[in-house]
């Protein structure tokens, strides 16, 4: 295996070992989250530990954002609903790895799991859908713009197809969560 690291072309051997004993056999790679260790980062000056808190949050609100595109990207170009599609977790996949988080039995572990999420439904609900907080807003702003309120039933229209979609998204991260579990 050709692996490149620091702009160095490396090559690594690999040993490939059947996970079943019996049933069929396949191979892939498997990509999981990527928690190794927390690196404490302190500070005397509470202006300059607010600072340092904000620019985390920023850093961790960002690449959240960027996550979501991606995940959104890589489904539409993947063109299908099945096959090879972005990995996205419901409340199955999110309380497995909150349960390994919590077995590492490190609080701060556990308190950045918990920011996480907080940031990630952050995220989510400010996008402009208009079942969410986001989509209210864009409601809002068109009528501001606009300077008359939209028909009711438009609006009632948008919002029950923004509903149907959270819905299917959500469906589909629950049976990808179940498969993820069962189906290895």
């Not at 790679?29 to 904000?54: H, W």
Request: charged share 20%; no cysteine.
């Amino acid at each position: 295996l050709s692996v490149i690291r620091n702009e160095k072309d490396q090559v690594e051997t690999i040993s490939l070992k059947p996970k079943r004993v019996s049933g069929p056999q396949t191979i892939g790679v498997l990509l999981t989250p990527n928690y190794i260790k927390n690196q404490n980062i302190r500070s005397d000056n509470p202006v300059e530990a607010a600072r340092m808190a904000f620019d985390y949050t920023k850093t961790l609100t960002t690449e959240t954002a960027n996550g979501l595109l991606n995940a959104v990207k890589q489904s539409v170009s993947s063109g299908n609903s099945g096959g090879s599609k972005a990995q996205v977790s419901g409340p199955i996949g999110l309380i497995r790895e909150g349960s390994k988080i919590v077995a590492t039995k490190d609080i701060q572990t556990v308190l950045l799991f918990a920011a996480a999420i907080s940031i990630n439904l952050g995220v989510i609900n400010a996008l402009p859908l208009p079942a969410l907080d986001g989509g209210q807003l864009v409601f809002i702003l068109v009528e501001a713009i606009t300077r008359r309120k939209i028909d009711q039933k438009v609006q009632e229209g948008i919002t029950t197809a923004a509903v149907l979609l959270l819905l299917s998204v959500s469906a589909q991260a629950a049976i990808g969560d179940i498969f993820n579990i069962f189906g290895k």
